[in-house]
């Protein structure tokens, strides 16, 4: 399995809180994603990394921010929380070979936001 | 624009069953395709993936068939079992980049 840990697996906030995810990987790879999951729509990317410090936004980026200050960390922070960010959030990780790359997923963490 | 569309499930079948979920594509160049599956409470998992037209990918008795013609990357099985419930996603990646575009996924119940 990839060295992928995820901090905190669950968690319920209040609506306006601030919100910080922790995804920590020890494969060393170049590229990290965050990706949300909610019925009906799949998974969604949100954010990525192809480098510290370099990063680009997905398909659903609004209302998020991420920071990638070392290699093995990628946060992602929710400035202040909506309802609609209720969901459950991957990490993932790749060497960032193009066409031919695998990505490898993290536990998830199931935020609800009341 | 990438995107991937599956078969809506949940897909019940009996133990010992042929399982297919069919996914297509459609792409603005020339992607690679995956299969993940995501077993309840964890992350997803690799399950194949095929990189050019007409490679087969293969694992754990799952296979799946790039067709360019038919822009269609169905997911078979032969004989399931009840330890193959899960939920997959078909995904692709276009060449140069490393974003996957995934399918929403289809939910395999398989009873005894």
């Known amino acids: 399995d990839a060295g992928i840990t995820q901090s905190p697996r669950h968690k319920v906030t209040e609506t306006g809180t601030p919100v910080t995810l922790r995804c920590h990987q020890t494969?060393?790879?170049?590229?990290m994603y965050w990706y949300r999951q909610d019925p009906g729509h799949g998974l969604r990317l949100i954010h990525y990394?192809?480098?510290?410090?370099?990063?680009d936004k997905g398909e659903v980026s609004d209302g998020y921010s991420v920071s990638r200050s070392k290699t093995e960390d990628f946060l992602l922070t929710l400035e202040s929380a909506t309802s609609s960010q209720t969901s459950v959030y991957f990490c993932?990780?790749?060497?960032?070979?193009?066409?031919?790359?695998?990505?490898?997923f993290g536990p998830g963490t199931r935020l609800t936001v009341l | 624009g990438n995107s991937v569309t599956q078969m809506e499930g949940p897909v019940t079948l009996s133990e010992e069953a042929f399982l297919t979920i069919n996914c297509t594509y459609t792409?603005?160049?020339?992607?690679?395709l995956f299969w993940y599956v995501q077993y309840p409470g964890e992350g997803l998992q690799l399950l194949l993936k095929?990189?050019?037209?007409?490679d087969k990918g293969s694992n754990k008795g799952f296979e799946a068939t790039y067709r360019k013609e038919t822009t269609s990357f169905h997911l078979e099985k032969g004989s399931v079992q009840v330890s193959d419930s899960a939920v997959y996603f078909c995904?692709?990646?276009?060449?140069?980049?490393?974003?996957?575009?995934f399918g929403k996924g289809t939910m395999l119940l398989v009873s005894p």
């Open positions: 095929a990189t050019k037209a007409d």
């Open positions: 494969e060393n790879h170049r590229y």
């Open positions: 792409a603005t160049g020339y992607p690679s």
């Open positions: 995904a692709l990646i276009i060449g140069g980049y490393s974003t996957l575009t």
């Open positions: 993932a990780i790749s060497e960032g070979r193009g066409h031919t790359d695998t990505q490898y």
């Open positions: 990394s192809y480098g510290v410090k370099d990063t």
